[in-house]
């Protein structure tokens, strides 16, 4: 008996052993047949709503599929590989071989935007063999998701081809309709700093990942990568009409990928979904990555930070020393002083260290992190510190010299041991390509921020730093693909462009962080430093904000760790509203996506993973918006406190107005309905408190 299976190009006959297939807990073979008799192997998600189908044609090219609720998603793309110093695995491949496997399991975050997550796939392994020539083969692994797919090339260990050297990834990303894309460029100097482009899919050059499609049937994909692990990088580029193919980033060598012995690829993943909402609140990406390395992590603690920073971004202090320079011990003082006051258990210094004083910006070989200027009293700050019951954050700029940095890891994260510095803030201010790396003989190179070495020196920042019980929240990162799940101790990143574009010409434009939400946050937590509430940047100049909003980005763009990123002096100017950044939590049980659409809106759900309150926050772009939730997330027989914190008369982000805000108390229960009255540019923040 067949089965047809509807393919965008042709009806392919599909052996009903293939489909039917029985899942189990254990692997189990289907016998190697002649390549003519396995045309395809199929897969279907634990519900039944995703399938897959990889297939070999006449000349032996492989190509995978996928469909979900009888859509079809992705037409018939290829997959293979280009290498530098061996003929291409593309062509004359057979399926030799499909085995297959399911798990369904949950497991727990240690901190997170939900504490459990489940993990129910079914995966399809399809084994590529070389019909001639070299007779290599590859395996192509399908984890399949109820809300997702990801695959990726797993080399086993063969004679004749130890050392491999990618050229390129063959793999492509053929959407089977025209789409709506939101994407930022890949390779441009600015790394991942770029506001996001609205176009049709057939509009996307070379982006980054992710990328977020919405397809005409209203399905919206986002398409990423898990487990970005000893390997470069993935961008897409368009190759004709609404074709993406994978674009690894380069690396100061001719490969842009050397990997020897068995290895596997990271994932490449496609999250699906009815609705915006839906792509958040996939776990694909952390379940695609290998739990916990670290073991018992309660070292790694969640928590709001302020600190010497706006004023050093916004001009008025320095990193240099000098009469302007932000990190004295006297500054830090007042900021420790203000900390323990507000209960934030934070704070950050930046600019302490030997060497800002030159030209750090793409050279950091003068930085020293382990030596303080002589203005900046380690030890008494230390002390200090910890008599008010708040620790320092650690920064270490870079500047992009990352062998420089390398040299010193041990020191860097032994002073913040020795220091009682929880958490490091990193950087590598440089433009794309320009990190400096330097070989044990002396040979330097220059390299791309997500280039393979890159990719394996952040691993090594991490993995050493955990060593010392240290945290980091790497600024010009390399992408999140879920490494934290591996790595609890990488808190956060920066990787998009954050508040400091706010303080300087070009702002963020209002639909910034409704993009933000269901692009760059599908990575993972964002070191964003929200909370601006002067409205102010460098040179007196405006915020395209609201204050009601500046308070939603604390529920809506979620981190462990948190800035409050304004001045001791304007929260006091507006202490009514600080009062929410003193109450909100950064650590959460649950969360939920209460409605949405790609750069319009957004609204965030997420319940205090310490107590039984829950916080809502919801931002819009440009236009005011009224949105009514239902608080049907709420427990069942509990009254709540609504603490609205909402845009008040007249808000606007155009004008003076932005600081309007208006405060509402109200008691509230599940199933009650609220509507949240958004002004332009304007958001609204609510604490539901338990009583
Ligand atoms: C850019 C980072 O994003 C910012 O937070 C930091 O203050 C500067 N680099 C200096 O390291
Ligand atoms: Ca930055």
Do not use: C
Request: cysteine-free; hydrophobic content about 35%.
């Amino acid at each position: 008996m067949k089965t047809l299976l509807l393919l965008s190009t042709a009806l392919i006959a599909v052996p009903a052993a293939a489909q039917d297939q029985p899942v189990s807990t254990t692997n189990e073979t289907i016998k190697p047949q002649l390549p003519s008799a396995i045309p395809s192997a199929i897969a279907t998600s634990p519900d039944g709503s995703i399938t897959v189908t990889v297939a070999t044609d006449a000349e032996g090219h492989a190509s995978y599929s996928v469909s979900r609720k009888g859509e079809l998603i992705v037409s018939p793309s290829r997959l293979g590989f280009l290498f530098t110093d061996a003929p291409k695995f593309d062509r004359h491949l057979r399926i030799e071989r499909v085995t297959r496997d399911k798990a369904d399991a949950t497991w727990t975050q240690p901190w997170g935007e939900w504490k459990t997550i489940r993990d129910n796939h079914t995966e399809m392994r399809v084994r590529l063999a070389e019909t001639d020539g070299l007779k290599r083969m590859v395996d192509v692994v399908f984890r399949l998701q109820d809300d997702g797919i990801g695959f990726r090339y797993e080399f086993p260990e063969q004679p004749g081809f130890k050392t491999v050297n990618i050229a390129e990834e063959l793999t492509q990303f053929a959407f089977a309709t025209d789409a709506t894309a939101w994407w930022k460029p890949a390779f441009e100097w600015n790394r991942e700093e770029y506001l996001y482009n609205r176009t049709p899919l057939t509009g996307v050059g070379t982006a980054a990942t992710p990328i977020t499609l919405k397809l005409a049937s209203g399905t919206h994909v986002a398409l990423h990568e898990a487990a970005l692990v000893d390997y470069a990088g993935m961008n897409v580029a368009k190759v004709e009409g609404n074709t993406l193919k994978a674009v690894l980033t380069p690396g100061a060598g001719a490969p842009k990928v050397t990997r020897t012995g068995a290895f596997t690829t990271p994932w490449r993943t496609l999250i699906l979904a009815d609705d915006a909402p839906g792509l958040y609140m996939s776990h694909l990406e952390l379940n695609l990555n290998e739990p916990n390395r670290l073991g018992d992590v309660s070292w790694v603690k969640p928590g709001k930070f302020v600190g010497v920073w706006w004023n050093m971004i916004t001009g008025k202090w320095s990193w240099a020393t000098g009469p302007q320079h932000g990190a004295t011990t006297a500054r830090v003082k007042t900021y420790i002083d203000f900390a323990s006051a507000n209960k934030i258990p934070g704070v950050l210094v930046e600019g302490w260290n030997v060497g800002w004083d030159g030209d750090w910006f793409g050279n950091g070989n003068a930085m020293r992190f382990d030596t303080p200027t002589p203005d900046f009293d380690a030890t008494e700050l230390a002390r200090y510190a910890k008599s008010k019951g708040v620790y320092l954050i650690g920064h270490n700029e870079t500047g992009g010299s990352a062998s420089h940095y390398d040299a010193q890891l041990d020191r860097a994260f032994g002073y913040a041991r020795d220091h009682g510095i929880p958490a490091v803030k990193t950087g590598y201010v440089t433009d794309a390509g320009q990190i400096e790396r330097v070989d044990p003989d002396g040979t330097a190179r220059r390299e791309w921020h997500e280039g393979q070495w890159m990719v394996n020196h952040y691993t090594r920042v991490v993995t050493t730093a955990a060593k010392y019980r240290v945290a980091i929240d790497s600024h010009e990162p390399v992408k999140d693909t879920g490494l934290r799940r591996t790595y609890p101790n990488w808190v956060a990143r920066e990787g998009s462009r954050g508040m400091e574009y706010n303080s300087w010409a070009g702002k963020n434009p209002p639909e910034h962080e409704a993009n933000l939400a269901f692009t760059r946050m599908l990575e993972g937590p964002m070191d964003f430093t929200p909370g601006v509430l002067s409205l102010k940047g460098s040179d007196d100049s405006d915020i395209l904000s609201t204050i009601a909003k500046q308070l939603a980005l604390y529920v809506v763009l979620y981190s462990p760790v948190v800035m409050a990123a304004d001045t001791p002096e304007n929260y006091a100017k507006y202490s009514q509203a600080f009062q929410f950044i003193r109450d909100v939590p950064t650590d959460w049980s649950d969360t939920r996506v209460l409605n949405g659409e790609v750069g319009d809106y957004v609204t965030f759900a997420r319940r205090d993973r310490r107590s039984d309150d829950w916080y809502i926050g919801s931002v819009t772009d440009e236009n005011p918006r009224a949105l009514t939730v239902t608080l049907d997330f709420l427990d069942a027989g509990k009254s709540y406190t609504a603490q609205i914190y909402r845009d008040g008369p007249g808000a606007d982000y155009k004008t003076a107005a932005r600081h309007s805000i208006a405060f509402e108390s109200k008691k509230v229960r599940k199933g009650d309905r609220l509507t949240l009255a958004l002004a332009p540019g304007g958001g609204q923040a609510i604490r539901l408190k338990a009583r």
